[in-house]
T-cell receptor
Framework: AQSVTQPDIHITVSEGASLELRCNYSYGATPYLFWYVQSPGQGLQLLLKYFSGDTLVQGIKGFEAEFKRSQSSFNLRKPSVHWSDAAEYFCAVGLNNAGNMLTFGGGTRLMVKP | SQTIHQWPATLVQPVGSPLSLECTVEGTSNPNLYWYRQAAGRGLQLLFYSVGIGQISSEVPQNLSASRPQDRQFILSSKKLLLSDSGFYLC??????????FGPGTRLTVT
């Protein structure tokens, strides 16, 4: 069965510093890959997605992610973090199966120091 | 553009009482619909999904049920709530590809 691992439960970075959130997946083929962000008490917002093609994907709010097949990874990056980026981030894998279900990682909570 | 609504935003219910949470989608037709639960400090658990009216698939056995009486309406119900049903309930829709779009959620507290 497919699985998604986000190794870091909590990450704290200083405002203006760069950010990388890790995501690893387990699946036999190339999955569809997603990053979502959730602010406290809110729903999830889609940041970016990878279906095929260029392995470096640009998203909203200045985020990007890179698909590395050899490492089964899809890490999320941002060159300069803003205080408003403090939130929980979820990586997800889609398998283009019946129902188009997603498998989510456990999430990484990002805190931003002033 | 498409929008997704969830009602109510917050709910406090006693143990043993019934539950009905509603999700509606606007601006699209025949979406896939999903119910997730997010317990405090934990990830998302898929509860139900639907690919069409009256078609419900359950992912986790529990005392909850789901119905889709109309194309863009998805309802989560329970006849008798348990303390363990407390959590943040999220509805999502998909246009039939793997990307999903989430509603604002309902915070349920069972007392």
């Amino acid at each position: 069965a497919q699985s998604v691992t986000q190794p870091d439960i909590h990450i704290t970075v200083s405002e203006g510093a760069s950010l990388e959130l890790r995501c690893n997946y387990s699946y036999g083929a190339t999955p569809y890959l997603f990053w979502y962000v959730q602010s406290p008490g809110q729903g999830l917002q889609l940041l970016l997605k990878y279906f095929s093609g260029d392995t470096l994907v640009q998203g909203i709010k200045g985020f990007e992610a890179e698909f590395k097949r050899s490492q089964s990874s899809f890490n999320l990056r941002k060159p300069s973090v803003h205080w408003s980026d403090a939130a929980e981030y979820f990586c997800a894998v889609g398998l283009n199966n019946a129902g188009n279900m997603l498998t989510f990682g456990g999430g990484t909570r990002l805190m931003v120091k002033p | 553009s498409q929008t997704i609504h969830q009602w109510p935003a917050t709910l406090v219910q006693p143990v043993g009482s019934p539950l009905s949470l509603e999700c509606t989608v606007e601006g699209t037709s025949n979406p896939n619909l999903y119910w997730y639960r997010q317990a405090a400090g934990r990830g998302l658990q898929l509860l139900f999904y639907s690919v069409g009216i009256g078609q419900i698939s359950s992912e986790v056995p529990q005392n909850l049920s789901a119905s889709r009486p109309q194309d863009r309406q998805f309802i989560l119900s329970s006849k008798k709530l348990l303390l363990s049903d407390s959590g943040f309930y999220l509805c999502a829709w998909s246009p039939g590809t793997d990307e999903q779009y989430f509603g604002p959620g309902t915070r349920l507290t069972v007392t």
